[in-house]
């Protein structure tokens, strides 16, 4: 199992510049979300699906967009890049029901805005 | 609102030094609460999940503890290798679909040889 993959591993943007952070995990896991880790913040939720068709926002939704037609990707879309939105970007998924819930993460995703 | 705060914000052990990081949190209702380890450069590491107070795990030199209101990570004995920063986080049981982990800042543990 290759867990939870994510590409590209690094990314420079230009400001209003849109791009789509791939994330696609093989362990058939319903629940896979989005993370931003910024330096002195603990990691925050962008968005997460509980599975195929289904997204909801997290605690940081704004100037995201994310979409989940099938259990293994969920594409992270950024519309029109801004500096606010350098960061590192965290994928993870897991399973659902008891004892089922831990969350596993991928490598990350470190986006420069300029 | 879920808070978790971490402590000591940063660590610094000589090797065979023995100590606890501490992770207290607020949240309506536990489900779980996770460790992770995670090193420069990297995602997170899943370590340990405790659902209940008084759940105790351990995993070589590390031990993580579980009360109503804090959990600890013990470190035994360290080694060099054992640096990183360790993330402590809290899952809410809102009867709902959302699996959300609210986050502390962490703890940067470094160990000296």
């Known amino acids: 199992n290759a867990g939870v993959t994510q590409t590209p591993k690094f990314q420079v943007l230009k400001t209003g510049q849109s791009m789509t952070l791939q994330c696609a995990q093989d362990?058939?896991?319903?629940?896979m979300s989005w993370y931003r880790q910024d330096p002195g913040m603990g990691l925050r939720l962008i968005h997460y699906?509980?599975?195929?068709?289904?997204?909801d926002q997290g605690e940081v939704p704004n100037g995201y967009n994310v979409s989940r037609s099938t259990t293994e990707d969920f594409p992270l879309r950024l519309l029109s890049a801004a500096p606010s939105q350098t960061s590192v970007y965290f994928c993870?998924?897991?399973?659902?029901?008891?004892?089922?819930?831990?969350?596993?993460f991928g490598p990350g995703t470190r986006l420069l805005v300029l | 609102e879920d808070q978790v705060t971490q402590s000591p914000e940063a660590l610094r052990l000589q090797e065979g030094e023995s100590s606890s990081l501490n992770c207290s949190y607020t949240?309506?209702?536990?489900?779980?609460l996770f460790w992770y380890r995670q090193d420069p450069g990297k995602g997170p590491e899943f370590l340990f999940t405790?659902?209940?107070a008084g759940e105790e795990k351990e995993k070589e030199r590390l031990k993580a503890t579980l009360t109503k209101k804090e959990s600890f990570l013990h470190i035994t004995a360290p080694k060099p290798e054992d640096s990183a920063t360790y993330l402590c986080?809290?899952?809410?049981?809102?009867?709902?679909?959302?699996?959300?982990?609210?986050f502390g800042k962490g703890t940067l543990l470094t160990v000296n040889p």
């Open positions: 993870a998924s897991s399973g659902v029901g008891a004892n089922e819930e831990t969350q596993y």
């Open positions: 949240v309506s209702g536990l489900r779980g």
């Open positions: 699906s509980v599975g195929a068709g289904i997204t």
């Open positions: 405790l659902y209940s």
């Open positions: 362990m058939n896991h319903e629940y």
């Open positions: 986080a809290v899952q809410r049981n809102s009867g709902g679909s959302n699996y959300k982990l609210t």
